[in-house]
């Protein structure tokens, strides 16, 4: 290049090299040799340009850690050159130190500083002072340099460091959602391998207690039965506790009727607080719209914990169950739901702990009662995933009230019309409730004020005998009078009266005078059938005159002319076995397949009314087996009723069993009343066996217990009469 020093070489500025470069500007050979023998011994690149154009053309090819630039050139002068540089991007923080002949001439000095000089060096030149002024800025550039390959070095890492992270975020979620598959696989089979011998101990136990026994037999019996469902409620509890901690539980949105959720939950806990003496009620605010959407299963479960934790810690008096309005718009109700009871109480320090898993307050309370305390802590994960909140107000030795909210939709379905004509004939009536219990009677009253009815209570029969007589003095007498039979029993010829038995008693022989008989805990509907008919039946009614409906009980089921016939697929003999028996209580004709491939085949070998199919079989499992008989029916234009029999009470299973093709839904171990209940559904007494399914009465799968698919064993409704 001309101009450069013999031997030197511009190095380009992506060429890697030890030496930095150095740049003499200067007209003048004689200066730019002289300085170039100077620098020489600094081992660095020296380059050489003869004008400030040139000395511009090689720093945009050349990085350099200082500039020697001459002060007096012709065409453009150093000053010119400085100015250029500090334009430009690659020359903006380059050295530059100028050289000129005035022996540092203040003019030329302070214009030069101007110009973003850094140094000055007069001529004649004094090679010490020159190396020790260079010197000091290719120090500082090479430092300068190995800062920013220690800059470069450290992004790398930080950049290979968030990759790694990145990496190993990736493989954690992977592996967490491979862990969570594996304990999800894990969980279902688990829950199938216990339900099955759980299915055989239950359900052979209540067979047994229907056969003639003594009475130590029956006791031992009855101890079996006991002691496995307590054993499949801890089941049940460890298994929604796992499915809570990994996130697996999910919500089943649906229509449902409050009313039948909460009446139901207390019907379940009412045979155990009538036998410890204590008094169950509930009241739900009928300004609640009939149906509502939400998950019904899971409030009616937080709704058993609640009240079976009251009974197991209330000895005497009472457990009222409300649920009221909190908050109410077009669209939605805030419901609050409400257990109160006389029991034992809760401590300000033991109310602190009491939500947690494993945690009953008390050490001694798991002693004395038993327990594993997740129920408590189940529910208010329940709670906190339907967006609501639960508490508890108690004392030591005061009761407690257990409440939670939750916020629920209007129901998308429609909502069932009321009974107008009756309310009317209600409206304007006069009532007297006789219960010593006061939640009870409050209960009571508050449903016939809402139906428009003047009520009134009264704690005992001489009270209530007061009350009458002054009302009818008064020419204001009562249409009707509900009398709790523990509290006293009236014998008023010509006035309506109802009585109120504790859960359990039937209504065969009712006190003389007495119209109609409803069961404690008393629900809504039966109560206004029951003032309904009080009030229109006749003034006075013979002594031997018994008026009731029966409770419900295990009834044959037959279509018209001939038994039932249904088809059980299961590969289990002990279930095959206790299915077979179940059937013959409720004369039920019954076949066997021992797996999906012999299901497929005898479905269509007879005219079956029914297939119950369990779905994990050898060969073809029940999935399978219902989607080949759903094919084949495609071709018959039939359909028959499937039913799934599984251990597996996962919602995602059963949402397997919607989509092969299932009907229906129960959950081993299962009560021979479940299956009533499910084979009463969809066998609708009707004379034709098999015919198209556009023909099929349509019966809606869905109940108020869980949502789209049929029953779970805990969730089971008792049936109305």
Same mark, same amino acid.
């Given at each position: 290049?001309?101009?450069s020093a013999?031997?030197?070489?511009p190095?380009?500025r992506?060429e890697?090299?030890?030496?930095?470069?150095?740049?003499?500007v200067?007209d003048?050979?004689?200066?730019?040799?002289?300085?170039?023998?100077?620098l020489?011994s600094l081992?660095?690149?020296?380059?050489?340009?003869?004008?400030?154009?040139e000395?511009?053309?090689?720093?945009l090819r050349?990085?350099?850690?200082?500039?020697?630039?001459?002060?007096?050139?012709p065409?453009?002068?150093?000053?010119?050159t400085?100015? &250029?540089?500090? &334009?430009? !991007?690659?020359s903006q923080f380059t050295?530059?130190?100028?050289?000129?002949?005035?022996?540092?001439a203040?003019l030329?000095?302070?214009?030069?500083?101007?110009?973003?000089?850094?140094?000055?060096?007069s001529?004649?030149l004094v090679?010490?002072?020159?190396l020790?002024?260079?010197s000091?800025?290719?120090?500082?550039?090479?430092?300068?340099?190995?800062?920013?390959k220690h800059?470069?070095?450290?992004?790398?890492l930080?950049?290979?460091?968030?990759?790694l992270?990145?990496a190993?975020?990736?493989l954690?979620?992977?592996r967490?959602?491979?862990?969570s598959?594996s304990?999800s696989?894990f969980?279902?089979?688990?829950s199938?391998?216990?339900r099955?011998?759980?299915?055989?101990?239950?359900?052979?136990?209540?067979?047994l207690?229907?056969?003639?026994?003594?009475?130590?037999?029956?006791?031992c019996?009855?101890?079996?039965?006991a002691?496995g469902e307590?054993?499949? /409620?801890?089941i049940?509890? $460890?298994l929604d506790f796992?499915k809570l901690?990994?996130?697996?539980?999910?919500?089943?949105l649906?229509?449902?009727?409050?009313?039948?959720?909460?009446?139901?939950?207390?019907d379940?806990l009412?045979?155990?607080?009538q036998?410890? *003496?204590?008094?169950?009620s509930?009241h739900?605010?009928?300004?609640?719209?009939?149906?509502?959407?939400?998950?019904g299963?899971?409030?009616?479960?937080?709704l058993?914990n609640?009240?079976s934790?009251?009974?197991?810690?209330?000895?005497?008096?009472?457990?009222?169950?409300?649920?009221?309005?909190?908050?109410a718009?077009?669209?939605?109700t805030?419901?609050?739901?409400s257990?109160?009871?006389?029991g034992?109480?809760?401590?300000?320090?033991?109310?602190?702990?009491?939500?947690?898993?494993?945690?009953q307050?008390?050490?001694?309370?798991?002693?004395?009662?038993?327990g594993?305390?997740l129920?408590?802590?189940?529910?208010?994960r329940?709670?906190g995933?339907?967006?609501?909140?639960i508490g508890?107000?108690s004392?030591d030795g005061g009761?407690?009230?257990?409440?939670?909210?939750?916020?629920?939709?209007?129901a998308?379905s429609e909502?069932p019309?009321?009974?107008?004509?009756?309310r009317r004939e209600l409206?304007?009536r006069r009532?007297?409730?006789?219960d010593?219990?006061?939640?009870?009677?409050?209960?009571? $009253?508050?449903?016939?004020? %809402?139906?428009g009815?003047?009520?009134?209570g009264?704690?005992?029969?001489a009270?209530?005998?007061t009350?009458?007589?002054? %009302?009818e003095?008064?020419?204001?007498?009562y249409?009707v009078v509900l009398?709790?039979?523990?509290?006293?029993?009236?014998?008023k010829a010509?006035l309506?009266?109802i009585?109120?038995?504790?859960?359990?008693?039937?209504?065969?022989?009712?006190?003389?005078?007495?119209?109609e008989?409803?069961?404690?805990p008393?629900k809504?509907?039966?109560?206004f059938?029951?003032?309904?008919?009080?009030?229109?039946?006749?003034q006075?009614?013979?002594?031997?005159v018994?008026?009731g409906?029966?409770?419900?009980?295990?009834r044959p089921?037959q279509?018209? *002319?001939?038994?039932?016939?249904?088809?059980?697929?299961?590969?289990?003999p002990?279930?095959?076995?206790?299915?077979?028996?179940?059937l013959?209580a409720?004369?039920?004709?019954?076949?066997?397949?021992?797996?999906?491939?012999? %299901?497929?085949?005898?479905a269509f070998?007879?005219?079956y009314?029914?297939?119950?199919?369990?779905?994990?079989?050898?060969?073809?499992?029940?999935?399978?087996a219902?989607?080949?008989?759903?094919? !084949?029916e495609?071709?018959?234009g039939t359909?028959?009723p499937?039913?799934?029999?599984?251990a597996?009470?996962? %919602?995602?299973?059963?949402?397997?069993c919607?989509?092969?093709? &299932?009907?229906?839904?129960?959950?081993?171990?299962?009560?021979i009343?479940?299956l009533?209940?499910? $084979? /009463?559904?969809?066998?609708?007494?009707v004379?034709n066996t /098999?015919?198209?399914? /556009?023909?099929?009465?349509?019966?809606?799968v869905?109940?108020?217990t869980?949502?789209?698919?049929?029953?779970?064993?805990?969730d $089971?409704?008792?049936r109305?009469?």
């Amino acid at each position: 290049m001309p101009g450069s020093a013999a031997g030197s070489k511009p190095v380009a500025r992506d060429e890697p090299s030890r030496r930095v470069n150095i740049l003499i500007v200067d007209d003048n050979d004689a200066k730019r040799f002289a300085l170039s023998s100077v620098l020489e011994s600094l081992g660095e690149n020296i380059l050489m340009a003869r004008s400030g154009a040139e000395a511009l053309h090689i720093l945009l090819r050349n990085e350099c850690a200082v500039v020697l630039l001459d002060v007096k050139m012709p065409v453009m002068g150093g000053f010119e050159t400085a100015r &250029m540089m500090r &334009m430009r !991007r690659q020359s903006q923080f380059t050295p530059i130190i100028f050289v000129t002949a005035n022996n540092g001439a203040e003019l030329d000095v302070m214009e030069g500083y101007t110009m973003g000089a850094v140094d000055y060096i007069s001529t004649p030149l004094v090679g010490r002072v020159l190396l020790a002024k260079v010197s000091v800025f290719v120090d500082l550039f090479k430092k300068s340099e190995t800062v920013k390959k220690h800059e470069q070095r450290l992004r790398e890492l930080e950049k290979s460091e968030h990759e790694l992270r990145l990496a190993t975020s990736v493989l954690a979620h992977d592996r967490a959602v491979e862990d969570s598959e594996s304990k999800s696989s894990f969980m279902a089979a688990i829950s199938h391998e216990i339900r099955t011998p759980m299915h055989g101990v239950i359900a052979m136990s209540e067979l047994l207690l229907r056969t003639d026994l003594t009475e130590e037999q029956r006791d031992c019996a009855g101890t079996i039965l006991a002691s496995g469902e307590a054993l499949l /409620s801890l089941i049940n509890e $460890v298994l929604d506790f796992s499915k809570l901690e990994a996130s697996k539980m999910q919500l089943e949105l649906g229509d449902f009727d409050l009313l039948s959720v909460v009446e139901s939950a207390a019907d379940v806990l009412a045979a155990p607080a009538q036998t410890k *003496g204590v008094s169950l009620s509930t009241h739900v605010d009928p300004s609640i719209p009939a149906l509502v959407r939400g998950d019904g299963g899971r409030i009616r479960q937080i709704l058993l914990n609640l009240i079976s934790n009251a009974v197991k810690f209330t000895d005497s008096g009472d457990i009222a169950v409300r649920v009221t309005t909190a908050e109410a718009s077009d669209t939605e109700t805030v419901a609050r739901f409400s257990v109160r009871d006389t029991g034992i109480g809760i401590s300000a320090d033991e109310q602190r702990r009491l939500f947690l898993p494993f945690s009953q307050g008390d050490s001694s309370i798991a002693r004395r009662f038993g327990g594993t305390g997740l129920g408590l802590s189940i529910s208010k994960r329940l709670v906190g995933l339907m967006d609501g909140e639960i508490g508890v107000d108690s004392s030591d030795g005061g009761g407690s009230t257990f409440w939670f909210q939750v916020r629920l939709a209007r129901a998308v379905s429609e909502q069932p019309e009321p009974a107008r004509e009756g309310r009317r004939e209600l409206r304007g009536r006069r009532s007297l409730v006789v219960d010593r219990n006061a939640s009870a009677q409050q209960a009571a $009253v508050e449903y016939l004020a %809402a139906w428009g009815m003047a009520s009134d209570g009264a704690p005992d029969g001489a009270m209530a005998t007061t009350m009458i007589c002054e %009302a009818e003095a008064a020419g204001r007498p009562y249409d009707v009078v509900l009398v709790d039979a523990q509290t006293a029993v009236l014998e008023k010829a010509g006035l309506p009266l109802i009585s109120v038995t504790p859960f359990g008693e039937g209504d065969s022989s009712l006190p003389n005078g007495y119209i109609e008989n409803v069961q404690k805990p008393i629900k809504r509907n039966k109560l206004f059938d029951a003032v309904l008919k009080a009030i229109r039946a006749p003034q006075r009614k013979p002594a031997s005159v018994v008026i009731g409906s029966t409770p419900a009980s295990l009834r044959p089921l037959q279509r018209a *002319g001939r038994p039932l016939l249904v088809l059980v697929a299961e590969d289990h003999p002990i279930n095959q076995k206790i299915i077979l028996k179940q059937l013959n209580a409720l004369q039920i004709e019954a076949d066997i397949a021992a797996d999906g491939a012999e %299901a497929v085949e005898m479905a269509f070998s007879k005219a079956y009314d029914l297939v119950l199919m369990d779905t994990r079989m050898p060969r073809v499992d029940g999935l399978e087996a219902t989607r080949l008989i759903r094919e !084949r029916e495609r071709r018959t234009g039939t359909r028959i009723p499937i039913v799934a029999l599984t251990a597996d009470a996962q %919602a995602d299973h059963r949402d397997k069993c919607i989509a092969a093709g &299932m009907d229906d839904f129960l959950t081993k171990p299962m009560r021979i009343e479940d299956l009533q209940l499910v $084979v /009463s559904h969809w066998l609708p007494p009707v004379t034709n066996t /098999s015919f198209p399914a /556009s023909n099929r009465p349509h019966a809606t799968v869905e109940r108020v217990t869980i949502g789209p698919l049929g029953i779970h064993r805990s969730d $089971v409704y008792e049936r109305s009469d």
